[in-house]
């Protein structure tokens, strides 16, 4: 194979010098269940190491191996050496020698970090005082300079403020300022950004990055997001069932994937910048348990490239290329066929290869796929009435104070005026960040009352003048599926019980047979109907889920945030049975999501909200390849792509800030407080009209299509840079 | 787990083939099949028929009945003729005891699960329904809690005479329910919040069903540790209150009024004792069983196999 060619130069990390950290061979055993097998790497200063994997692969327990912070319940075997210093078996009194001061931890939630009762200046502080002899004021000052470099608006007055009165992204900063206070060698970063919204995400990506730079600290980055680590780290760890399958760096790993499991991953992500002509590639089943790994390799029972050799024994880390292991036995098959279906293709080197990769998995399937993105374009075009009319949607919630008196203290417009139809046959992605009312809006719309102001039309009528009968009529025809599948299945059911629910509720007889066939619908086991919910994986879950909601054949399905609880490898099947039941049962769908690549994959039209507005709404294609509204923008430039070298290339809007609290609106448009345009762009006479006049959804681009922005500056801006179609 | 075009156009056709009906496995069903599967369950429920058996069907055995008084007889130890022995009195252990039994064992296990549904019932209806149901309900709660319950029976107790022991029963679980309502109240509004009760309610399920089906289920672990304590409760609530004269009255004896006088002479003459104490204690255990199991039955977490 040939060397690999890195055309954009990636910080490189000096090879040269001497490791900071080396893990050899690390495992980790609860009992007799070994969580982490045989863990090798190494990293050196000023280097990003990403360490992916799904939930159980065993990231985290790494982690907290190389901290030391492991329960005393758990067996830690092999080595992990800090600056050539055994840290296995190490007394605890060393390990806190070198714990926030060698290396550094910043943890997924940044609230349960920090302690509630103390300021968060105190806190860095003493992080601090604990390893360096200055004084309380010397160290005061230092940890103001820290809240200043992590990005803290006013980090004077805001050291003296408490946890709780930071926002998730500035409380996530404060975690990284405590990790850097003193100079660490090594931070280990476990989901850092996993709780935080993409734009916030965005922030603290950068903030990482400059910390990085400040101190030549080398950072290992455990997340479960492809994109995250493509455009952050130099060299990727990715595990699977406790131990690494790939080793190698970022362009080898995500443009010449060796070991099918990480090809499948790849294949199964939902990506901004590829709409729904791609079909996605879920990887079959579910991972493995680690009290029950299956004989030989563990990926074995769901790969597609396995043959009778794959069960006889665990492959080792084979060196598929100059520092890039792969643990497949097949690894040279995988490199086989990608680069033949790379020949045909040109672009510079790592276009090529990015696209060898994606080819790689289309070509196989490429004709039924295309009668399929036929079917879907289809299935698409609106027609008919608007199954469901929403107009100026508004729902105030009441600020209550006091214990026994309650009185008013403000109001929370959490929805405030949102107008939107979804055609029969239609999906409609409803997108924005944590706080934004999209799920508020949904639970208007599904109670079927009136509203406090505007109106609902469901399926033509009027939810303010339904009676009973006629809202237990619409209820039939428009079901839910909620984000939580074990949340939303009552625990003390069986499956059979579950999915009948709705049939006896609307009268309907004969159950068994209709739940067993709905069952085999969504790609289950009729025997699966006496089981409980918790008997099975998170994806199955949100499958009998998904039965239960087509049980009554319905017209229009509210889905809220049906896979965000879901692994990558599950969510892409998960999308893919949703995507294949609209157009075979002519579904209509609300679609609501924070994560903008599945909305691409999955709708037809898509609203954007901010704020209890909506900013922008428009067809999935206009919207994503032309946004308009500055903050559709910034969102969709936000999102990290799974490719590291347009990661690297992109060019990223950073919003500042936060998101204000919806008790306290800013005046005219909701957005100016943090908006990139209004800030740079805007003229002071230009900025009058978005500090006094609220913008109302207007049509934008020539000729005036279907997609319309809530701004008085709207301009269509590239901001995903879409491929070229090489297809 | 992918599901191409095709296979979704198989499947949607109806009837699945290659399967005849199958018994819809729903929840009453297979609560009922881990229930007997389980053989701590069924052994507590066997005890329990026993006890039943013995009490009603026993005094047939023997020829003597609870009333009848042996003169040549007077505090004899467990023999041929009498065999659990007699009391001071002449009477025949054997027959008062199985006699006793009788009304320990209704009155104890009916007070409890009358108790238990009334501490669910209200419990739930308050807490699903905020508002006014919900102030009446927790107010009429507070106030059964701070009457001093043992007073009231005692007042109340000669209203019970022959053949009231219904009203008995009643008034007996009405004092025991109070504290579980609460507790109940409170786990329904946080279960209600819960997204499950959220589809069902989007569904369409009425209020009062969605109550029955997903409320009270989800609340059955503590519901049934709660009836299964309160019987022995209720037996002993009786027995204290036979013991003070109130409640089951002379001639006729409970297991209360049995342990009562038995206590006096356990020392010296121990079968007055020791044999109602002895199925006081395994009646109290076999629903405890009974209760476990059920327990278990219901929640699809436990670990026993099903």
Redesign the interface.
Same mark, same amino acid.
């Given at each position: 194979m040939t060397p690999a060619t890195t055309p954009e130069t990636a910080p490189a990390p000096t090879s040269a010098s001497a490791p900071v950290l080396d893990v050899r061979d690390l495992g980790v055993c609860f009992g007799d269940v070994p969580a982490v097998r045989g863990v090798s790497f190494e990293v050196r200063p000023g280097e990003v190491l990403g360490v992916v994997g799904e939930s159980g692969s065993g990231k985290s327990v790494t982690a907290s191996a190389i901290m030391g912070l492991l329960p005393s319940s758990a067996r830690v075997s092999g080595s992990v050496r800090l600056h050539g210093r055994e840290l296995v078996g190490a007394r605890d009194k060393e390990l806190n020698a070198l714990r926030g001061r060698a290396m550094s931890m910043v943890f997924q939630d940044p609230l349960s970090a920090l302690t509630p009762v103390y300021r968060v200046g105190d806190q860095i502080a003493e992080a601090v005082r604990v390893h360096q002899r200055v004084t309380k004021e010397q160290a005061m000052v230092k940890a103001v300079s820290l809240l200043d470099l992590v990005g803290i608006p006013h980090p004077a007055e805001r050291a003296l403020a408490f946890p709780h009165e930071f926002s998730g992204g500035m409380r996530q900063r404060a975690m990284i300022a405590m990790a850097i206070a003193n100079d660490p060698d090594l931070v280990i970063c476990d989901e850092p950004t996993t709780a935080l919204d993409v734009t916030i995400q965005a922030q603290v990506l950068e903030v990482l990055k400059k910390a990085r730079d400040e101190t030549g600290a080398a950072i290992i980055m455990i997340t479960h997001d492809l994109g995250v680590v493509a455009g952050l780290a130099d060299r990727v760890l990715v595990m699977y069932a406790g131990r690494p399958v790939e080793v190698g760096t970022v362009d080898d790993v995500y443009y010449r994937p060796r070991m099918p499991y990480t090809v499948g991953l790849l294949r199964s992500i939902p990506r901004v910048d590829r709409g729904a002509q791609r079909r996605l590639e879920p990887i079959e089943g579910s991972p493995p348990s680690p009290a029950a790994l299956p004989p030989g390799c563990p990926f074995g029972p769901r790969c597609p490239l396995h043959v009778g050799a794959c069960d006889e024994a665990e492959p080792p880390l084979f060196e598929t290329g100059p520092g890039h292991l792969a643990a497949c036995i097949r690894w040279e098959d995988e490199a086989a066929s990608q680069a033949e279906t790379a020949v045909s293709e040109t672009g510079t080197a790592a276009e090529e290869a990015g696209t060898a990769a994606e080819e790689a998995g289309t070509r196989p399937r490429a004709p039924a796929e295309a009668g399929e993105a036929e079917e879907a374009k289809e299935a698409a075009v609106p027609r008919g009435e608007p199954v469901l009319r929403v107009e100026g949607l508004v729902k105030d919630y009441p600020l209550l104070r006091g214990a026994v008196f309650k009185r008013r203290v403000g109001t929370v417009h959490a929805v405030a005026g949102v107008s939107f139809a979804i055609r029969e046959g239609e999906t409609l992605g409803l997108v924005g960040e944590s706080g934004c009312g999209k799920t508020t809006t949904l639970l208007e719309i599904l109670e079927l009352a009136r509203p406090q102001r505007g109106r609902v039309v469901v399926f033509g009528h009027d939810t303010a003048r339904l009676g009973p009968a006629e809202r237990m009529a619409i209820r039939r025809d428009m079901q839910v599926v909620f984000q939580d599948p074990l949340a939303s299945l009552d625990p003390r059911m069986t499956v059979h019980d579950v999915v009948a629910e709705p049939l006896r509720t609307h009268g309907l007889g004969d159950t068994g047979r209709r739940v067993a066939e709905l069952l085999t619908l969504v790609g289950l086991e009729p025997e699966h109907a006496e089981r409980y919910p918790q008997d099975f994986s998170g994806g199955q879950r949100q499958r009998i889920g998904i039965a239960r909601a087509l049980a009554l054949e319905p017209r229009l399905l509210v889905l809220d945030e049906p896979v965000s609880a879901l692994d990558v490898s599950i969510q892409a099947g998960v999308i893919n049975l949703l995507a294949s039941l609209k157009a075979r049962l002519g579904l209509s769908y609300l679609f609501v999501a924070h994560d903008l690549a599945v909305v691409r994959h999955i709708a037809d039209r898509v609203a954007v909200m901010y704020l209890g507005r909506i900013a922008e709404i428009g067809s999935v294609d206009a919207v994503y390849d032309a946004p308009a509204h500055p903050y559709t923008q910034a969102l969709l430039s936000a999102i990290p792509l799974p490719d590291p070298a347009r990661e690297r290339s992109r060019r990223r809007i950073l919003l500042e800030g936060d998101l204000p609290s919806p008790a306290h609106p800013p005046s005219g448009c909701r957005f100016r407080t943090r908006c990139p345009k209004f800030r740079t762009v805007l003229t002071e006479d230009e900025r009058v009209l978005c500090v006094e006049a609220e913008p109302d959804v207007l049509p934008v681009g020539e000729p005036a299509g279907d997609q319309g922005a809530a701004c008085h500056y709207a301009e269509k801006l590239d901001v995903v840079q879409p491929r070229r179609n090489s297809r | 787990?992918?599901? &191409?075009?095709e296979e979704? @156009?198989e499947?949607?056709t &109806?009837? =699945?083939p290659g !399967?005849g009906? %199958? !018994? @819809?496995?729903? %929840?009453g069903r =297979?609560v009922v099949r881990r229930f007997l599967r389980s053989r701590q369950g069924a052994a507590g429920l066997a005890v329990l028929v026993v006890m039943f058996l013995l009490a009603f069907a026993g005094p047939l055995l023997s020829p003597w009945s609870y009333t009848d008084r042996d003169f040549t007889a007077f505090l004899q130890p467990p023999s041929a003729s009498h065999w659990f022995g007699t009391l001071q009195t002449g009477a025949d252990v054997y027959a008062v005891t199985l006699r006793g039994m009788q009304k320990s064992l209704i009155v104890g296990l009916l007070a409890a699960l009358v108790s238990t549904a009334l501490a669910a019932l209200v419990g739930a209806f308050a807490g699903y329904f905020p508002g006014w149901a919900d102030r009446t309900l927790t107010w009429l709660t507070d106030l059964l809690l701070v009457l001093p319950a043992f007073l009231i029976l005692a007042i109340m107790s000669p209203v019970f005479g022959e053949g009231t022991w219904a009203l008995f029963v009643l008034m007996l679980s009405l004092f025991l329910w109070m504290v579980t309502s609460k507790i109940v109240r409170s786990m329904t509004v946080s279960l209600k919040r %819960?997204?499950?009760i959220?589809? @069902?309610r989007?569904?369409?399920?009425r209020p009062v +069903?969605i109550i029955f %089906?997903?409320v009270l289920?989800?609340l059955?672990s503590l519901l049934i540790v709660d009836a299964t304590l309160n019987v022995s409760a209720a037996i002993l609530t009786e027995t204290s209150l036979s013991y003070f004269g109130f409640g089951i009255q002379p001639p006729d004896v409970s297991f209360g009024t049995l342990i009562a006088d038995g206590s006096k002479t356990a020392v010296y003459a121990p079968w007055t004792f020791w044999f109602v104490a002895g199925l006081l204690v395994v009646t109290v255990l076999a629903v405890n069983l009974v209760g476990d199991a059920l327990r278990d039955a219901?929640?699809? +977490?436990s670990t026993r196999p099903r």
């Open positions: - | 787990m992918t599901l &191409p075009e979704v @156009a499947e949607l &109806p009837g =699945v !399967r009906p %199958r !018994r @819809a496995p729903s %929840r =297979v %819960r997204e499950f959220q589809a @069902a989007f569904m369409g399920v +069903t %089906r997903h289920p989800n059955s219901f929640d699809p +977490t």
